[in-house]
């Protein structure tokens, strides 16, 4: 099946710096979102991404679907940013499941 | 504001109890997951429902069942609860009737979640 790996595996950043978060696919995809998990465990969608760039305020995405990586861009970090930033993609045409990355655990420091 | 909730944060059960997880969502939608998520392992999908009576298995169902008699509910079932079984549980629920293949293109809407303990 599609594998899905995320880089780096964790991060540490003073508040103010920007990250780059990377997902990597193995396949070609139909679907692809980015996730946030805060420090309490909630979830939250992103971005719904599978090709393209979007923007929502400090946050951006880019999808390569033809290189089948996706980034997701944090810029002028603040605390509340902390978390686990997860992709999750779907296949769609060859198979019915949705596979998530193991994360990219952010952490930022005041 | 989609309120989804899960009926309990923690939950302390022994090996071989019947276990009952459950989630509710007061916005009217056709989609309800459950996940569990475990440590270096991300979300893994166990049940999937797109409609009232109607479900789909996901990645791991082995060991486990799903109850969707109302629209607004979505129960996960341990028949026989096991040590690996031990985890956090994640409920989920989406806007629109989406096959599980097409689920995704929705923002999904998630609870607090419940720690599971199977002693």
């Known amino acids: 099946g599609i594998q899905v790996e995320q880089s780096p595996p964790d991060l540490i950043l003073q508040e103010g710096a920007n990250s780059t978060l990377r997902c990597n696919f193995s396949?070609?995809?139909?679907?692809l979102q980015w996730f946030h998990q805060n420090p309490w465990g909630q979830l939250i969608n992103l971005f719904y991404?599978?090709?393209g760039t979007k923007q929502n305020g400090r946050l951006s995405a880019t999808t390569v679907a033809t290189e089948r990586y996706s980034l997701l861009y944090i810029s002028s970090s603040q605390t509340t940013d902390s978390g686990v930033y997860f992709c999750?993609?779907?296949?769609?045409?060859?198979?019915?499941?949705?596979?998530f990355g193991k994360g990219t655990r952010l952490h930022i420091l005041p | 504001d989609v309120k989804v909730t899960q009926s309990s944060r923690y939950l302390v059960k022994r090996t071989g109890e019947k276990v009952f997880l459950e989630c509710v969502q007061d916005?009217?939608?056709?989609?309800m997951f459950w996940y569990r998520q475990d440590p270096g392992l991300g979300l893994r999908l166990i049940y999937f429902?797109?409609?009232?009576?109607?479900?789909e298995k996901g990645d791991i169902p082995e060991g486990y069942s799903v109850s969707r008699e109302k629209k607004e509910r979505f129960s996960l079932i341990l028949e026989s609860a096991s040590t690996n079984q031990t985890s956090m549980y994640l409920c989920?629920?989406?806007?629109?009737?989406?096959?599980?293949?097409?689920?995704?293109?929705?923002?999904?809407?998630f609870g607090p979640g419940t720690r599971l303990t199977v002693t």
């Open positions: 989920a629920s989406s806007p629109t009737g989406a096959a599980l293949r097409e689920s995704l293109r929705d923002e999904q809407y």
């Open positions: 396949d070609s995809v139909n679907n």
């Open positions: 991404i599978p090709s």
């Open positions: 999750a993609v779907e296949q769609g045409w060859r198979d019915d499941k949705i596979i």
């Open positions: 916005m009217d939608h056709e989609n």
């Open positions: 429902s797109y409609d009232v009576k109607m479900k």
